[in-house]
């Protein structure tokens, strides 16, 4: 029995004597039939709130309200009918909805736990005897609106209930009312756990308005989530703009003909486009010692870099070394080379000279070209590069999807650092004309919350699209593992969390703490969801629920399925060699034929 309860029933459970007391409470409040068998007459029988459409019938009466604790409600279960208890089994289990009518609105509660207070001591026939109680808190209701057409439903609670009010379980048409939105923002992503007849909808523009989280451990249905969940915006919006940054190249082919799939092979972000702190990580990478003092010196000659790419058009423009303009690095190189002519201490030339190696070397090595290869730094394709990545105009293919599985690991970070700033930027001097979606599959390891880990400016810029994102319409789109490593800045601003099975217990804990209080019942079953069942919670669904994602089509999923050892380990192929062969053509290569 959980604390609340224990608390709120410790004189009942000590004794016979306090449960007569409190049945001949309600008895008296309720009349006869108040007390005792649940659904019987007294006031459930009829219908004393005006809700043309909650229909508050005695015959799903499950008990009465014998503690109020802010929203939060202990029920005496009063069906003692076994017949009516196996009916109703489905409403009185954790999770699900029961309403609760207050004087001018039906509210709705969330069971949060269930117990007998005095067992019966018999396996079978003894609950005649026992007295159970159900836990809810309150999460939403539906307020008369006296229009005549019925009344909407909405979070949190204005008017609560009375003690002794009676709690109905949900009927169908409750829960479609309470989940079910048919206006033309919603789109559906799953069903609903407690009645799969019923679709789980989310609200494209609150679900995007304030970012949104997925979050579970391996294999729970992560990818396949953020998969449907962006099929279902994009079928009715059509001309979005999402960047999805793919680490493991596996959405490519969810998406067919709908995603604009850049790989490494296709990626363009010149060197011009990183800004100094980005680059100088980029050249310590490649083995260059930037102290304070080569630092100011590579700042300017960037700076110099610039102007003198831009000839007489500099005179015009602010340009600093952060300034995504056009310049040629081998003129920074040649510029390293002038100033160590002129210098006198060793140390200092080792510095410098390490420097310039590191320009020619990533000038010249493949995996960079990305960055550094002629075709894309010395001509300005800010304007193609942006309308690429973002979709502008989206010409039939509102998502990018940005395979970054070529990247050089050592830079990876670096280059989403580069991206995420550059969709920041982008975002505020458009000023959110396009709004657009940016997706981070394993945000964890970008934005970590060890301050050791991680690259600083991926999660400085990362922690500013969370903070401040939404007011440009840069949305964020967050899946991770492990919620208790991610950055708690980037998680504390998603408006909706999609929990799906999480084993870890500081994961969970992370989410249950981080989750309002209302839905404990729900998150209490975080440890044991199945395959693709989601906890929903926050501002893009209507209300607190525990979902299933639908299923995908085999040839829509991300690329991910789990291998099966049992069969690859059951027999051998003919041609292993040839495909060992290929594997190691394509691995030379640095690229996957299909
Ligand atoms: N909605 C779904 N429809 C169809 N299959 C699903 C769905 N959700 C999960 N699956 C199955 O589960 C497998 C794992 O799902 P998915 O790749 O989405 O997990 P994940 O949480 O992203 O894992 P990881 O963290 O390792 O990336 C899929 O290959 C698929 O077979
Ligand atoms: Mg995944």
Redesign the pocket.
């Known amino acids: 029995m959980s604390a609340v309860l224990a608390r709120k029933l410790e004189p009942a459970s000590n004794g016979d004597a306090l449960v007569a007391e409190m049945r001949r409470r309600l008895q008296e409040r309720f009349g006869s039939g108040g007390g005792s068998t649940g659904g019987g007459g007294g006031t459930a029988a009829t219908t004393p709130v005006a809700m043309p459409s909650l229909e508050l019938s005695a015959a799903h009466c499950i008990g009465r309200i014998v503690s109020i604790e802010g929203a939060k409600l202990v029920v005496m279960i009063e069906i003692d009918d076994p017949k009516a208890q196996i009916e109703m089994s489905t409403s009185l289990q954790v999770g699900c909805v029961v309403k609760v009518p207050t004087k001018n609105s039906v509210a709705f509660g969330m069971v949060n736990a269930l117990s007998i207070a005095k067992p019966g001591g018999k396996c079978q026939g003894g609950q005649g005897n026992e007295t159970r109680f159900l836990e809810l808190e309150l999460v939403g209701e539906s307020v008369a609106v006296g229009t005549g057409k019925g009344a909407n439903m909405r979070r949190g609670v204005s008017t609560y209930p009375i003690l002794g009010s009676p709690v109905y379980a949900a009927t169908q048409a409750d829960l479609r009312f309470v989940y079910v939105r048919d206006g033309l923002p919603s789109a559906r992503i799953g069903s609903i756990q407690q009645d799969p007849n019923l679709p789980a909808q989310v609200n494209v523009d609150d679900l995007l308005g304030k970012h949104f989280a997925v979050l ?10 953020v998969t ?1 969940i962006l099929k279902a915006i994009l079928k009715r919006n059509p001309h979005g703009h999402v960047l999805l940054l793919d680490p ?1 190249n ?1 959405y490519a082919r969810a998406f067919g003909e709908q995603a604009n799939v850049i790989d490494l092979h296709k990626l363009q972000l010149p060197h011009w486009l990183f800004n100094f702190t980005e680059l100088r990580a980029v050249l310590t990478n490649a083995g260059a010692s930037i102290s304070n003092v080569e630092a100011a010196l590579l700042n300017d000659l960037i700076t110099q870099a610039k102007r003198q790419f831009l000839g007489q058009a500099a005179e015009e423009r602010f340009i600093t070394s952060d300034t995504p303009t056009p310049y040629r690095i081998g003129q920074v190189a040649d510029y390293i080379e002038e100033v160590l002519g002129r210098l006198e201490k060793p140390e200092s030339i080792a510095h410098y000279q390490a420097l310039k190696t590191a320009i020619v070397t990533l000038q010249n090595d493949a995996r960079f070209s990305f960055m550094f290869a002629k075709s894309v730094t010395t001509r300005d394709l800010m304007v193609p590069i942006l309308s690429s990545i973002f979709r502008v105009p989206v010409e039939g293919k509102p998502i990018t999807i940005l395979d970054l599985s070529g990247v050089p690991f050592e830079i990876l970070n670096v280059v989403v650092s580069v991206l995420c700033r550059t969709a920041f930027d982008f975002a505020t001097w458009s000023r959110g004309k396009w709004p657009i979606l940016l997706v981070c599959e394993e945000a964890h390891l970008y934005a970590p919350e060890n301050p050791e880990a991680g690259f600083e400016p991926t999660k400085r810029v990362l922690a500013r699209i969370a903070k401040e994102g939404r007011k440009y319409g840069l949305s964020l789109g967050i ?1 991770s ?1 492990r919620p208790a490593e991610l950055a708690a800045t980037m998680l504390s601003q998603c408006s909706t969390i999609f929990a ?1 099975r999480l084993t870890h217990e500081r994961d969970q804990q992370w989410v249950r703490s981080s989750l309002s209080d209302g839905i404990v019942g729900l998150l209490e079953a975080l440890g044991s969801l199945g ?2 069942e989601a906890i929903g919670v926050g501002e893009g669904i209507v209300m607190p629920m525990r979902l299933v ?4 089509p085999p040839d829509e ?2 690329r ?3 291998a099966s050892f049992s069969t690859a380990w059951k027999t051998e192929s003919a041609d292993d060699r040839e495909n060992l062969e290929r594997v190691v053509d394509q691995w030379r290569r640095q690229r996957h034929d299909d």
């Open positions: 579970g451990a391996t294999g729970t249905g992560k990818s396949c989530a449907l493991h596996e899946a593992q799906m395959t693709a994602f639908d299923t995908l999923r991300p991910s399925a789990t």
